[in-house]
């Protein structure tokens, strides 16, 4: 029992430390919840759904990031979100999106999705994170919920 014990400490240890190797020197804060859009403008049921989840985690106290993927990556040029309404309930998710940045939310780009997407990094809202693939595992492994909006 003890040695079971003493393994699933060290491993835990461990499994803090690479993730604190990974987040070395970054930008980017771990979050209680994250949110990861893949879809981008085509689909603007998915941008508000992830919007309107990503604040409501903030209004409940977690800390929060909307990862943004594939062709999500759309919306990290700066006013990417202004301008879409789906309707009612749903307000307009710019607006949304504002409240989710003041109130302390994350937004992170997959770099490589980038690229892929002819995006460069000048283009980026200089409010957001550009991570790699190691971020991106430790983000989502790290939080305690998440929200996959494909």
């Not at 700066?78 to 937004?107: C, L, R, S, Y």
């Not at 409010?127 to 430790?138: D, F, L, M, W």
């Amino acid at each position: 029992m003890f040695c079971d014990q003493l393994t699933d400490l060290l491993s835990a240890l461990w499994h803090k430390e690479v993730t604190k190797s990974i987040l070395k020197g970054e930008n980017m804060q771990l979050s209680e919840f994250v949110v990861t859009l893949f879809t981008g403008k085509a689909n603007q049921n998915n941008i508000t759904v992830a919007a309107v989840m990503g604040l409501n985690a903030l209004k409940q106290g977690l800390s929060a990031t909307i990862l943004l993927m594939v062709e999500a990556v759309e919306f990290s040029v700066p006013d990417a979100t202004k301008g879409i309404d789906i309707g009612a309930p749903f307000k307009e998710v710019g607006g949304i999106w504002e409240q989710f940045m003041e109130m302390g939310g994350q937004v992170c780009i997959c770099d490589a999705c980038l690229t892929h997407n002819g995006f460069t990094k000048d283009q980026i809202d200089k409010r957001y994170e550009i991570i790699g693939g190691g971020e991106v595992i430790a983000l989502l492994s790290e939080a305690k919920g998440t929200l996959q909006i494909t």
